[in-house]
């Protein structure tokens, strides 16, 4: 009923607006003027605004019906963007081919004029679009694929990284983690592969360990505790065996001994939280090792006997 009351009060307010062009020309018929059209300016200009009206309505009607199915499906959100943007373009076109015919448009002549460049111009025109098209289409392709929406975090096949901020139809916005903004054309995105890193459930921690050569009999016990302190500081620890959950002595390097830390989590590799959870992994290792085992990480490089020796 407030939609009803709202539609009818809107297309009152139109009504007195077209009733106040029309004293206006009676006004003007009264002082004298008279020029060509005038007595059609006012049923001209009760059309172009009642036009303008519906499609306005029918547009919100439109965006009202995509958010409803979207709530439903809130995975079909890129699909959804697209359908949307679409039924933009056919209000748009349908309004403006009402409105010429509303303002008496001959386009005859136009049309005749375009096709009299022949097939100079055409060849000329394609050139000239080649790069236009391929943009389009590409934004198109990566609206409908649903590879990524507006704020998901993004790495790209290049290099580029940050947060989306707009997919357009010619090119994407990506802010980058320094609030610089970068423009890209969607042809050129289009043929990278692409790392949402939004839509990742789980993280990685994973960190390299230096010890010296001293401490390698202390190890299988370092190993062990920094397990027990991570798992009793991170809830999110996944340690069922889906994910690798482990810490081991990988190699002899001149100078120490390489221990590899690899734990995942159950949190999403961005957020406060993953960084949270990161110092918390951090905090257990410093706790099994220092704490625990009264052992030194080695920071620096110490040639060994017969190593490194000049």
């Given at each position: 009923?407030?939609?009803?009351?709202?539609?009818?009060?809107?297309?009152?307010?139109?009504?007195?607006?077209?009733?106040?062009?029309?004293?206006?020309?009676?006004?003007?018929?009264?002082?004298?003027?008279?020029?060509?059209?005038?007595?059609?300016?006012?049923?001209?200009?009760?059309?172009?605004?009642?036009?303008?009206?519906?499609?306005?309505?029918?547009?919100?009607?439109?965006?009202?019906?995509?958010?409803?199915?979207?709530?439903?499906?809130?995975?079909?959100?890129?699909?959804?963007?697209?359908?949307d943007k679409l039924l933009d373009g056919v209000i748009f076109i349908c309004t403006g081919l009402c409105l010429l015919d509303v303002l008496d448009v001959q386009m005859g002549i136009g049309i005749s004029g375009v096709f009299a460049f022949g097939s100079?111009?055409?060849?000329?025109?394609?050139?000239?679009?080649?790069?236009?098209?391929?943009?389009?289409?590409?934004?198109?392709?990566?609206?409908?694929?649903?590879?990524?929406?507006?704020?998901?975090?993004?790495?790209?096949?290049?290099?580029?990284?940050?947060?989306?901020?707009?997919?357009?139809?010619?090119?994407?916005?990506?802010?980058?983690?320094?609030?610089?903004?970068?423009?890209?054309?969607?042809?050129?995105?289009?043929?990278?592969?692409?790392?949402?890193?939004?839509?990742?459930?789980?993280?990685?921690?994973?960190?390299?360990?230096?010890?010296?050569?001293?401490?390698?009999?202390?190890?299988?016990?370092?190993?062990?505790?920094?397990?027990?302190?991570?798992?009793?500081?991170?809830?999110?620890?996944?340690?069922?065996?889906?994910?690798?959950?482990?810490?081991?002595?990988?190699?002899?390097?001149?100078?120490?001994?390489?221990?590899?830390?690899?734990?995942?989590?159950?949190?999403?590799?961005?957020?406060?939280?993953?960084?949270?959870?990161?110092?918390?992994?951090?905090?257990?290792?410093?706790?099994?090792?220092?704490?625990?085992?009264?052992?030194?990480?080695?920071?620096?490089?110490?040639?060994?006997?017969?190593?490194?020796?000049?």
């Amino acid at each position: 009923m407030f939609q009803i009351a709202d539609h009818i009060s809107q297309a009152a307010r139109l009504a007195i607006v077209v009733y106040a062009v029309d004293c206006c020309v009676v006004v003007l018929h009264t002082v004298g003027f008279s020029f060509s059209n005038l007595n059609q300016l006012s049923k001209g200009f009760a059309k172009i605004l009642y036009v303008v009206w519906i499609a306005q309505r029918v547009s919100v009607f439109k965006r009202h019906l995509v958010a409803e199915a979207v709530s439903r499906r809130p995975d079909q959100l890129g699909r959804a963007k697209i359908i949307d943007k679409l039924l933009d373009g056919v209000i748009f076109i349908c309004t403006g081919l009402c409105l010429l015919d509303v303002l008496d448009v001959q386009m005859g002549i136009g049309i005749s004029g375009v096709f009299a460049f022949g097939s100079a111009g055409t060849l000329i025109i394609g050139l000239a679009t080649q790069n236009v098209a391929t943009m389009f289409v590409n934004g198109l392709a990566l609206t409908t694929s649903d590879r990524f929406m507006e704020g998901d975090m993004v790495v790209l096949g290049d290099g580029t990284s940050g947060i989306v901020q707009k997919v357009g139809w010619m090119q994407t916005t990506i802010r980058h983690y320094d609030e610089l903004i970068a423009v890209i054309p969607n042809s050129e995105i289009g043929m990278q592969r692409v790392k949402n890193i939004s839509r990742v459930k789980k993280c990685r921690v994973l960190q390299t360990l230096r010890f010296k050569y001293e401490d390698a009999e202390k190890l299988p016990k370092i190993s062990e505790d920094i397990l027990e302190e991570i798992k009793n500081d991170c809830p999110e620890a996944i340690t069922d065996g889906s994910s690798p959950w482990r810490v081991v002595w990988t190699d002899y390097k001149e100078d120490y001994l390489s221990v590899r830390v690899d734990t995942h989590f159950n949190l999403p590799p961005v957020g406060p939280a993953y960084w949270e959870n990161r110092q918390k992994v951090l905090h257990a290792i410093n706790r099994a090792v220092v704490k625990k085992n009264n052992v030194q990480f080695v920071t620096t490089f110490y040639p060994q006997s017969g190593m490194n020796a000049k």
